[in-house]
T-cell receptor, first 112, second 113 residues
Framework: EPEVTQTPSHQVTQMGQEVILRCVPISNHLYFYWYRQILGQKVEFLVSFYNNEISEKSEIFDDQFSVERPDGSNFTLKIRSTKLEDSAMYFC??????????FGPGTRLTVL | DAKTTQPTSMDCAEGRAANLPCNHSTISGNEYVYWYRQIHSQGPQYIIHGLKNNETNEMASLIITEDRKSSTLILPHATLRDTAVYYCIVRVDLGGRGGKLIFGQGTELSVKP
């Protein structure tokens, strides 16, 4: 069964550094999402992406964040200058039109 | 999207049915009820969704009241692997752009031997 994959599973970085989190959505899916979950808190929506542009973004998704689908298969989330409060699990998700969202296993980001 | 209310936690004996309630009294006519679960910090997993009719799949059944103000997710024979946080989410099924999911705190279901 096809699945969403994410790399790396765990990323440790220093405050102020740039990180790129990578996702490979299911191949025939059209809509892509990033969510995050700070330890012990709710899963929070960050951004949705369709037809090579952002469809919607939350207040969390400020100028430090960007998304890209560079090659038709990967979907990336970049954080330009990480802060301590960016430490969280980051989940990628994808869906076809009218179908449920499929989530990846997540990347645990630790900012020191 | 309509707000949902779920109990914070529930216990269930292994092999018994787990019935997880959700209130969504402000649901509007074009909003669907979705259920997802999250097993210990893994990515959320879709379970089932419905509009007004009861639905069943290989994982669970979804019972929606006639007035659509509440619903119940039923896991017919709970196993230890069903221990997870279960989220009830109400949203418009756009079929197009958007489609973000708004997660609440969910119900922490503990299945005990």
């Amino acid at each position: 069964e096809p699945e969403v994959t994410q790399t790396p599973s765990h990323q440790v970085t220093q405050m102020g550094q740039e990180v790129i989190l990578r996702c490979v959505p299911i191949s025939n899916h059209l809509y892509f999402y990033w969510y995050r979950q700070i330890l012990g808190q709710k899963v929070e929506f960050l951004v949705s992406f369709y037809n090579n542009e952002i469809s919607e973004k939350s207040e969390i998704f400020d100028d430090q964040f960007s998304v890209e689908r560079p090659d038709g298969s990967n979907f990336t989330l970049k954080i330009r200058s990480t802060k301590l409060e960016d430490s969280a699990m980051y989940f990628c998700a994808s869906r076809r039109r009218n179908n449920e969202q499929f989530f990846g296993p997540g990347t645990r980001l630790t900012v020191l | 999207d309509a707000k949902t209310t779920q109990p914070t936690s529930m216990d269930c004996a292994e092999g018994r049915a787990a019935n997880l309630p959700c209130n969504h009294s402000t649901i509007s006519g074009n909003e669907y009820v979705y259920w997802y679960r999250q097993i210990h910090s893994q990515g959320p997993q879709y379970i089932i969704h419905g509009l007004k009719n009861n639905e069943t799949n290989e994982m669970a059944s979804l019972i929606i009241t006639e007035d659509r103000k509440s619903s119940t997710l039923i896991l017919p024979h709970a196993t230890l692997r069903d221990t997870a946080v279960y989220y009830c989410i109400v949203r418009v099924d756009l079929g197009g752009r958007g489609g973000k999911l708004i997660f609440g705190q969910g119900t922490e279901l503990s299945v005990k031997p």
